[in-house]
């Protein structure tokens, strides 16, 4: 009897090691391994087995908590801001070696899983979809699990094009260790153009295989449905257009979004910003993880809440990202040189007040209301500060982190009763500055594309303008440079934390800029005379060079190869 195991052998291809069992040595039957006959025999088998694909392996020891990882880093110790101009991790938890520009194919640091993780994935869903080939099932059932491999399938795909660039496409083949794993094509790196062609090709064919709603009888809210596969060929379609990659169209990328926009079945969230990451299955939501008190993962308010309430002061924002917020008028409150922008009626000594709401949604700053008094980070005395309790937990940035944060939850000793919301990996939002980023860039902010029913600058005021952000809508008049800026501050700051900051510098090549900024905090000062606000370094030695635009391929991923995957260039 074959049984398919947890573990996989470091060939950065996904082959997943199968074991026998003899029965003439050892007549016992594995309880912690699936039959490989039961998943080719028994449908409910084989459909628990390709709802699983939804989550992996945990692969490196930082990741996850209680709880398999999903898709990319969301709601891990250290989330994937803490590797951008967001925020950082205080603790590390192999981050700052990539902040600092010190990863290498021998230390990928809190990246070091993505490979091998994709891959394996990839090839577990090749396995289901042979599986399905002969297994006794409705064609409709079995069209839709097939679309739903192919959509998982993509996701991983999308992971690897927009961290390594080219990669290798492993089609429907499921390969085994007794193949022959010499040959050079199983290594072959295709080029980012087919790479991207291939993903768009498989969600075109799970978008038609796909249900459009998954909450009846038979489907479980989670899993893909055809909006699912539409929101993430929308994403990769504006990768394809964007400099980085240069291997598609904005127009391409424009009519992805719009076509999703046209299903008409999502809407903004009315209920509040700081609401709609709390509120499960919201008419925002396009497709997310859902935790229950038996899928336990990181207990967020502990993770990232502020020392003096017995929190680790995990993610922590930066003065960076405090800067970019607008005033509520609309006008920056800095200049780019950093001086005061005096028009905008910011005030340096009173630095948070009527600020953009979102502002107040995501960041705890000094006097913030936060579970029944002001966060105190000001020295001396401050009780979130350096001189309060747990120390060691104490934010380097001045700041610490409000979005994603539930009050109803217990801070401290939480364990089996937090960390419950819902992880967004696509909603309506992002689908709206799609849209506008790439309608602005095929036809400008106020032309109406053919079919379209918004323009980019009304894509963008939907979002801006929502209820409980109520922010100033960017008139008519813009120039394509111009409105390009506003995309890129909308983006930055209603996509906060949510995975997308660290590959939008990367796809606009603006990196080399946002990620050799210092990595700026505050210090707050209590006086006789009231509050003074510092700037300091939170982090230093933060670093960015032109290769850092791609992960370095694992070494062992190579070494498994023989020689054969090439690794990207400077590494």
Same mark, same amino acid.
């Given at each position: 009897?074959?049984?398919?195991?947890?573990?996989?052998?470091?060939?950065?291809?996904?082959?997943?090691?199968?074991?026998? &069992?003899?029965?003439?040595?050892?007549?016992?039957?594995?309880?912690?391994?699936?039959?490989?006959?039961?998943?080719?025999?028994?449908?409910?088998?084989?459909? !628990?087995?390709?709802?699983?694909?939804?989550?992996?392996?945990?692969?490196?020891?930082?990741?996850?908590?209680?709880?398999?990882?999903?898709?990319?880093?969301?709601?891990?110790? !250290?989330?994937?801001?803490?590797?951008?101009?967001?925020?950082?991790?205080?603790?590390?938890?192999?981050? *700052?070696?990539?902040?600092?520009?010190?990863?290498?194919?021998?230390?990928?640091?809190?990246?070091?899983?993505?490979?091998?993780?994709?891959?394996?994935?990839?090839?577990? &869903?090749?396995?289901?979809?042979?599986?399905?080939?002969?297994?006794?099932?409705s064609s409709s059932h079995k069209r839709h699990l097939e679309g739903e491999l192919q959509f998982i399938r993509a996701f991983r795909y999308h992971d690897l094009i927009r961290n390594f660039g080219r990669v290798v496409l492993m089609g429907d083949t499921v390969y085994g260790l007794k193949d022959d794993l010499s040959t050079a094509s199983l290594f072959e790196r295709k080029s980012i153009q087919e790479g991207m062609d291939y993903v768009i090709r498989e969600l075109d064919e799970a978008?038609?295989?796909?249900?459009?709603?998954?909450?009846?009888?038979?489907?479980?809210?989670?899993?893909?449905?055809?909006?699912?596969?539409?929101?993430?060929?929308?994403?990769?379609?504006?990768?394809?257009?964007?400099?980085?990659?240069?291997?598609?169209? *904005?127009?391409?990328?424009?009519?992805?979004?719009?076509?999703?926009?046209?299903?008409?079945?999502?809407?903004?969230?009315?209920?509040?910003?700081?609401?709609?990451?709390?509120?499960?299955?919201?008419?925002?939501?396009?497709?997310?993880?859902?935790?229950?008190?038996?899928?336990?993962?990181?207990?967020?308010?502990?993770?990232?809440?502020?020392?003096?309430?017995?929190? *680790?002061?995990?993610?922590?924002?930066?003065?960076?990202?405090?800067?970019?917020?607008?005033?509520?008028?609309?006008?920056?409150?800095?200049?780019?040189?950093?001086?005061?922008?005096?028009?905008?009626?910011?005030?340096?000594?009173?630095?948070?007040?009527?600020?953009?709401?979102?502002?107040?949604?995501?960041?705890?700053?000094?006097?913030?209301?936060?579970?029944?008094?002001?966060?105190?980070?000001?020295?001396?005395?401050?009780?979130?500060?350096? %001189?309060?309790?747990?120390?060691?937990?104490?934010?380097?940035?001045?700041?610490?982190?409000?979005?994603?944060?539930?009050?109803?939850?217990?801070?401290?000793?939480? *364990?089996?009763?937090?960390?419950?919301?819902?992880?967004?990996?696509?909603?309506?939002?992002?689908?709206?500055?799609?849209?506008?980023?790439?309608?602005?860039?095929?036809?400008?902010?106020?032309?109406?594309?053919?079919?379209?029913?918004?323009?980019?600058?009304?894509?963008?005021?939907?979002?801006?303008?929502?209820?409980?952000?109520?922010?100033?809508?960017?008139?008519?008049?813009?120039?394509?440079?111009?409105?390009?800026?506003?995309?890129?501050? %909308?983006?930055?700051?209603?996509?906060?934390?949510?995975?997308?900051?660290?590959?939008?510098?990367?796809?606009?090549?603006? !990196?080399?800029?946002?990620?050799?900024?210092?990595?700026?905090?505050?210090?707050?000062?209590?006086?006789?005379?009231?509050?003074?606000?510092?700037?300091?370094?939170?982090?230093?030695?933060?670093?960015?060079?032109?290769?850092?635009?791609?992960?370095?391929?694992?070494?062992?991923?190579?070494?498994?190869?023989?020689?054969?995957?090439?690794?990207?260039?400077?590494?």
């Amino acid at each position: 009897m074959k049984f398919i195991t947890k573990y996989i052998v470091p060939l950065g291809l996904g082959l997943t090691v199968f074991s026998a &069992c003899n029965k003439n040595l050892l007549d016992v039957t594995a309880t912690d391994r699936i039959s490989t006959e039961a998943i080719e025999t028994d449908t409910a088998v084989l459909e !628990a087995f390709i709802i699983n694909r939804y989550i992996g392996e945990k692969i490196i020891s930082s990741e996850a908590d209680g709880t398999n990882p999903g898709f990319g880093r969301g709601f891990e110790y !250290a989330l994937w801001s803490s590797l951008s101009d967001e925020s950082m991790y205080t603790n590390d938890d192999n981050t *700052w070696l990539i902040i600092r520009g010190q990863l290498s194919p021998e230390n990928l640091g809190a990246a070091g899983s993505l490979w091998a993780r994709s891959y394996r994935s990839i090839r577990e &869903c090749n396995y289901a979809k042979k599986v399905l080939t002969t297994i006794q099932m409705s064609s409709s059932h079995k069209r839709h699990l097939e679309g739903e491999l192919q959509f998982i399938r993509a996701f991983r795909y999308h992971d690897l094009i927009r961290n390594f660039g080219r990669v290798v496409l492993m089609g429907d083949t499921v390969y085994g260790l007794k193949d022959d794993l010499s040959t050079a094509s199983l290594f072959e790196r295709k080029s980012i153009q087919e790479g991207m062609d291939y993903v768009i090709r498989e969600l075109d064919e799970a978008i038609e295989k796909l249900p459009l709603d998954n909450n009846d009888n038979s489907w479980v809210t989670g899993r893909a449905t055809k909006a699912a596969a539409m929101a993430l060929k929308s994403r990769l379609l504006l990768y394809a257009a964007s400099p980085l990659y240069n291997v598609g169209t *904005w127009a391409a990328a424009a009519q992805a979004a719009q076509e999703l926009i046209s299903l008409n079945k999502y809407s903004l969230y009315t209920g509040g910003y700081q609401s709609l990451f709390l509120t499960d299955r919201n008419p925002e939501t396009i497709f997310a993880r859902y935790y229950t008190k038996n899928a336990n993962h990181v207990h967020l308010e502990i993770a990232n809440g502020p020392n003096g309430y017995g929190g *680790w002061g995990g993610n922590t924002p930066y003065q960076n990202l405090v800067d970019a917020y607008q005033m509520k008028n609309g006008l920056a409150p800095l200049n780019e040189d950093g001086t005061v922008n005096t028009a905008s009626g910011y005030d340096p000594n009173n630095p948070y007040v009527n600020r953009d709401p979102r502002f107040d949604a995501t960041i705890l700053h000094n006097g913030s209301m936060y579970r029944g008094r002001a966060v105190e980070t000001f020295i001396p005395g401050g009780q979130d500060s350096r %001189e309060g309790r747990d120390n060691w937990n104490t934010s380097k940035t001045g700041y610490y982190l409000r979005k994603f944060m539930n009050d109803a939850y217990p801070l401290e000793n939480p *364990w089996g009763n937090a960390g419950f919301q819902p992880w967004n990996y696509f909603r309506y939002a992002e689908i709206l500055l799609n849209f506008a980023e790439a309608a602005n860039e095929a036809y400008g902010p106020d032309m109406l594309p053919a079919g379209s029913s918004l323009t980019a600058r009304q894509a963008l005021n939907l979002v801006r303008t929502r209820p409980s952000v109520e922010m100033p809508e960017i008139p008519v008049g813009q120039s394509k440079d111009e409105f390009r800026k506003l995309l890129r501050y %909308e983006r930055r700051i209603e996509l906060a934390f949510e995975e997308h900051r660290f590959y939008d510098v990367r796809r606009w090549k603006i !990196a080399n800029i946002t990620e050799n900024m210092p990595a700026s905090g505050i210090t707050v000062t209590k006086g006789n005379n009231g509050l003074t606000y510092t700037r300091k370094e939170a982090l230093s030695g933060r670093r960015f060079e032109e290769k850092h635009y791609w992960l370095p391929i694992p070494r062992a991923e190579i070494l498994s190869s023989n020689g054969q995957l090439e690794q990207n260039p400077g590494y």
